[in-house]
């Protein structure tokens, strides 16, 4: 399984020691990726291994149930798969079987673990092999794990990667360096990255996921990866073992970070420095001009973040640098330290941030700072509005297109508009 | 094993949590793992409650599992006492920790809390979200107003001056909110005294005086059912459990409270009741006979079919519901409607039976919206599982005469957008309109099925081919009779062995139904 602890060997760099309560957490499982993964990959269908929770949860985090039949559902464990009145591998066969016949255009089954799945020890592995064989070759079987005990939120994603990253065609042994961007990213946002890339002569690129299974990507020892988001521990890990080498950069979030992050992937292409400005001098004075329009109201207005996507410490940098916001905490579900290097080193000193959580004693502190604005969950936020303290969801930084230059002004409006909103609003007490 | 994509209901611990979130000075230690807590967004935002839910989850990871879980869970039950001083609490375990068996119970009792601790056995993998609502208000309804020692026969209070509880309305319930106001209301006219309204709004200790009420009123048997039995054989309390949805059903639900109350019935409904003259009114007459296939939990389901067979003429052309445990009550139901019941859970069988019924007007959950959306067939939600939609700001009961006024118009308003689509069909060979226009509330994202020129081609395989100009006459009939008439030749066709359909075919089909 994909334990959580900090890679061994990797120096802390982190600038504090982060606040580290148990307690009560209060964020999604892992399941929840599939909510994206689902509409990135689109010859996929993910299917949950689990329990009428797990079904429940999709459903109620998908909001309203807009695909009619949407690529992802849930195999139900019953009480006669528990009691052995039924062989649970017999019966996630029979299902499979039936959901392809249903769905001939499906070209990637991937069986995804739960907690039940977990806790009694149905081996999806073994599943897949089997079902690999059943369905070969008109479709591929993966498996990860997206449950609670073992994955909050963004790390369904980062275990959905590494089991992609193990299925990729090895590269030709001579083939030259390539890159390749790892993290779901919206389309409109891989495109805006593709054309900049090409511009600076850099390639061959690929995205990882790619947008159909077909289209798997090589990997090798020459191959570049730099990572889009910030929750792939286990993807980078899976990468590197097939040879490949992840660049370290800040996230491409801000137009300092999407700078800072083009410019890994251009020193390590040997990109002249004088080109890598003339590429990317529009982008980047299109968002500082654009995060300018939004800086007046945010500028010293404090801002805690609750833990959710594991993005929380880039959004912090963002928002403290490029929008002069005051950061109170900076709580994050997990710290990857080697993989936040970047950030960390941008992040003004002195910065609480806490990882893991005590959601109780979190909210203490985030009444007594009373802050301008909190990044939560759909949880707290009402709760929080309530009590007069606004609330950005932090749910919409996965679900908006937020990265590189182009978004970066309407990255800022985000955090602007709760705000903005609370101005306009004549409603008395 | 079960495939599922979306469902009608959650896991039994949701229900459980909808009960903990009525009632005040109650809280939920429930053991699960931290992706569960998704469940406290269902109150916070379907409901936009301004307080998080009583409850508090242990969070439990793998690395916990065979070490200490079980110490997690005294500790998150301790610490939720201490911090959120409950009358009581009621502890349970999610799907996840029934399989690792801490025996929540247990547990719980070692500490020897100050307060009483209600324990749960929610079998998650055999049982759903109503029944675990209905189990946990029976549990704290024995626990805080036991049975008495000796059976005593109840002293009856002398008429006009008994009480009633009202028994069911809870967190997330479709309407509940505003149908107590109004069933009080009509309770209060009456001259019957409202002793207790349970579990929404009331408290542990509240539930104890349950047995002063003279009987019970059970708005919503998927919820109170359960407890009402119970009282019943323990504190002799009659109930009525008739709900009150609907001109008929309100006047039936009067009168037995008025029954067990001792009062004179009321003999002539309010002025305020304005549904009976707005169905018997003039533009009411095209509402005869119209389609109407009906879905939802058992109360709501069985409710609505009577209100749209008897108060507004509909033609009750399809009844189911998702509530197995009241499939019995459907079934009846459906026998009087003369159509084949739906007993399912599967939204995908409810949706190959909408599409077979063809019907006109669809009254179903938030799911079969979307379905109706899709085949673009009007809609009006009748039960839940609830959207936030369904918690409008005004007051909008389902129950009483204000109910039945809401119902008139909720259920005949989506079909007055079907008239201004009539109205665009007329005026098709306009040269501002055209087929491919859709009135803009059905929005302007193309689904696949609007994409298409007619939604009764994409959805069934055509059985016999139609000329061009046969087609061509068809799209000229109003695009919300025009399925009908499209199946309908298609059987005359059938039956006649013809090869292809005609204009002559679709007229002959015409006159040989209008017969
Ligand atoms: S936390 Fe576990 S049981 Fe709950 S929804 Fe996630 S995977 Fe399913
Ligand atoms: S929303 Fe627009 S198109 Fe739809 S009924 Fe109303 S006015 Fe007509």
Partial sequence: MNAMPPRTGAQDCGPVTPLRQRGQHEVFCGLTSIIWLHRKVQDAFFLIVGSRT?????????????????????????????????????ELDRVVARLLARRPEIRMLVLVGSCPSEVIKLDLGKAAERLARLHAPATRVLHFSGSGIETTFTQGEDNFLAALARELPAAEAKAPPSLMVAGALPDVVEDQFRRIFDALGIGPVSFLPSRASSGLPPVGPATRVLLAQPYLGEAARALEARGAT????????????????????????????????????????????????????????????FPDSQLEPSIARFLAREAGAEIVEIGSPYLHRQHLAGEFAL?????????????????????AARPDLAVCGMGLANPLEAEGIATKWSIELVFTPVQGYEQAGDLAELFVRPLARRAVLKLGA | MQLTVWTYEGPPHVGAMRIAASMRGLHYVLHAPQGDTYADLLFTMIERRDTRPPVTYTTFKAQDLGADTAEIFKIACRDAVERFKPEAIIVGASCTAELIQDDPAGLAAALALPIPVIPLELPSYSKKENWGAAETFYRLVRAFAPAPQRPAPR??????????????????????????????RMLERL????????????????????????????????????????????????????????VRATADFLAAVAGLAGVAAPAASPAALRMPWYSRSIDSTYLTGKRVFIFGDATHAVAAARVAADELGFAVCGLGTYSREFAREVRAAAVRYGVEPLISDDHLAVEDAIIAAQPELILGTQMERHVAKRLRIPCAVISAPVHVQDFPARY?????????????????HPLMMGLEEHLLGMFRDDFEFNDGAAPSHLGHAAAPVAEAEDPTLVVLARPVAWTGEAEKELRKIPFFVRGKARKNTERFAVERGLQTITIETLYDAKAHYSR
């Fill in chain 1, 54 to 90: 797990c079904a429940h949860l999709m459903q109620s985090a998908a909001g309203v149930m807009i695909f009619a039949e949407p690529r992802f559902g849930t195999a139900i464990i019953e009480e006669r798969d528990l009691a052995g009145m039924a062989d649970l591998h017999e």
């Fill in chain 2, 191 to 246: 001259g019957v005294i409202v002793n207790l309204v349970a579990p929404l709004g009331a408290s542990p200790s509240d539930l104890a005086r349950l047995p002063d009420a003279d009987f019970n009123v059970v708005l919503y048997p998927e919820i109170a059912g359960t407890a009402a039995d119970w009282l019943k054989r323990n504190h002799g309390q009659a109930f009525v459990s008739i709900p009150p949805i609907g």
């Fill in chain 1, 347 to 367: 992040l003004p000193p002195g910065i609480p941030f806490s990882e893991g959580q005590d959601v109780d004693r979190q909210l203490d502190r985030c009444r």
């Fill in chain 1, 246 to 305: 992840v660049l370290a950069a800040p996230f491409p979030l801000g137009e300092e970070g999407t700078t800072a992050w083009l410019r890994a992937a251009a020193d390590a292409f040997g990109v002249a420095p004088g080109r890598f400005d003339a590429i990317t001098r529009a982008g980047r004075r299109r968002a500082r001009e654009a995060v300018g329009r939004h800086r007046a109201e945010l500028e010293g207005r404090r801002v805690f973040l």
């Fill in chain 2, 155 to 184: 002293v009856v209070r002398p008429a006009g001056e008994r009480s009633c509880n009202i028994l069911g309305p809870t967190s997330l319930g479709f309407r509940h909110r505003d149908d107590i106001e109004e069933v009080r």
């Fill in chain 2, 396 to 412: 909008s009961p389902q129950m009483g005469h204000e109910g039945a006024n809401v119902l008139f118009d909720s259920w005949v």
